[in-house]
């Protein structure tokens, strides 16, 4: 199992742990109780971490590339932090033909980081979504809950100017 290096260093607390080892111990012993321990354990650190699911693994007994096979392929499931502003580009079609590709490359070459990933400081993470439901505005983005539309890879800048 080949595991990218995070762009956070994983920065937990002992209350988290103890609170999810809490969690792992009050619901390991029942049947399908593996994705309601991973979302809580979401829950308490925000994503989901490889410690985090080292802990999962070792408290309820299932091999390591179980745990992060299904962090990996549910779409609920964070393995990196979100920044405190979290940017999501709609790559839907109406979003996707207006240019949203070349939006979304702005922002991670603006950033220097990727799809899926956060800031070194936290500030912001960028993830691609399928539709914001703003298609008359394409392409759009979002910052939290702040719809940006009509954009242009030269507008980006200024936007991400606004919450420096």
Same mark, same amino acid.
């Given at each position: 199992?080949?595991?990218?290096? @995070?762009?956070?260093?994983? =920065?937990?607390?002992?209350? #988290?742990?103890?609170?999810?080892?809490?969690?792992?111990?009050?619901? +390991?012993?029942?049947? !399908?109780?593996?994705?309601? $321990?991973?979302?809580?354990?979401?829950? $308490?650190?925000?994503?989901?971490?490889?410690?985090?699911?080292?802990?999962?693994?070792?408290?309820?007994?299932?091999?390591?590339?179980?745990?992060?096979?299904?962090?990996?392929?549910?779409?609920?499931?964070?393995?990196? @932090? +979100?920044? +405190?502003? #979290? $940017?999501?580009?709609?790559?839907?079609?109406?979003?996707?033909?207006?240019?949203?590709?070349?939006?979304?490359? +702005?922002?991670?070459?603006?950033?220097?980081?990727?799809?899926? #990933?956060?800031?070194?400081?936290?500030?912001? =993470?960028?993830?691609?979504?399928?539709?914001?439901?703003?298609? !008359?505005?394409?392409?759009?983005?979002?910052?939290?809950?702040?719809?940006?539309?009509?954009?242009?890879?030269?507008?980006?800048?200024?936007?991400?100017?606004?919450?420096?």
């Amino acid at each position: 199992m080949a595991l990218k290096k @995070p762009s956070v260093p994983f =920065s937990g607390t002992a209350e #988290q742990e103890a609170q999810l080892r809490q969690v792992i111990a009050e619901l +390991k012993d029942e049947p !399908g109780s593996l994705m309601p $321990i991973m979302q809580k354990a979401q829950d $308490i650190y925000g994503y989901l971490p490889i410690e985090v699911q080292t802990i999962i693994a070792e408290e309820t007994d299932t091999p390591l590339e179980r745990i992060y096979g299904i962090a990996t392929f549910y779409a609920q499931f964070a393995l990196e @932090p +979100k920044g +405190k502003y #979290q $940017i999501s580009v709609c790559l839907g079609t109406a979003c996707y033909v207006k240019g949203a590709a070349q939006i979304l490359e +702005k922002i991670e070459n603006d950033l220097g980081i990727k799809s899926g #990933q956060c800031t070194s400081d936290g500030k912001f =993470s960028i993830d691609a979504c399928r539709c914001i439901g703003a298609c !008359g505005l394409a392409p759009v983005m979002m910052i939290n809950d702040e719809v940006y539309g009509r954009l242009t890879p030269d507008d980006i800048p200024g936007i991400l100017a606004k919450y420096e």
